[in-house]
Nanobody
Framework: QVQLVESGGGLVQPGGSLRLSCAAS????????VAWHRQTPGKERELVAS???????KYADSVKGRFTISRNDANNTVTLHMNNLKSEDTAVYYC????????????WGQGTQVTVSS
C-alpha cells in the first residue's frame, strides 16, 4: 500500500500564494498520473490540475495561469504552486495518484485545507 501525504495548506489573503506538496511513500509518481483535486462542503470534488508520467499537464479553466503543477521524481513529491489566490479557491485539496500497473491503482491523500480570506 502506498501512502500519500499532503502538506502546505493554510490561511492566506486574496492575491497571496501557497505551495502544496504531496509526498509518496514509494516511488510511484514517475509511473502514474498525479492530480490535485479540491472539495468544498456540499459540492462534488473537482479536478484542479494533473501531471502525467510524460510530464503532460492539465488544468481546470478556473486555475489556468495561476496554478502550476510539477513533479520531483528524486524525492517522490508533486507540488502545486498556487498564485493570485481567490476566495473561491478555498477548499480541502487532495492529492491523487492513479494508473495501470498489473491492475488499476488509485491512491488518495488525507487532504489539506486551503483558506483564502482577508
Amino acid at each position: 500500500q502506498v501512502q500519500l501525504v499532503e502538506s502546505g495548506g493554510g490561511l492566506v489573503q486574496p492575491g497571496g500564494s501557497l505551495r502544496l506538496s504531496c509526498a509518496a511513500s514509494r516511488n510511484i509518481f514517475s509511473i502514474y498520473t498525479v492530480a490535485w483535486h479540491r472539495q468544498t462542503p456540499g459540492k462534488e470534488r473537482e479536478l484542479v490540475a494533473s501531471i502525467g508520467s510524460d510530464d503532460t499537464t492539465k488544468y481546470a479553466d478556473s486555475v489556468k495561469g495561476r496554478f502550476t503543477i510539477s513533479r520531483n521524481d528524486a524525492n517522490n513529491t508533486v507540488t502545486l504552486h498556487m498564485n493570485n489566490l481567490k476566495s473561491e479557491d478555498t477548499a480541502v485539496y487532495y492529492c491523487n495518484a492513479y494508473g495501470w500497473g498489473d491492475y488499476w491503482i488509485q491512491y488518495w491523500g488525507q487532504g489539506t485545507q486551503v483558506t483564502v480570506s482577508s
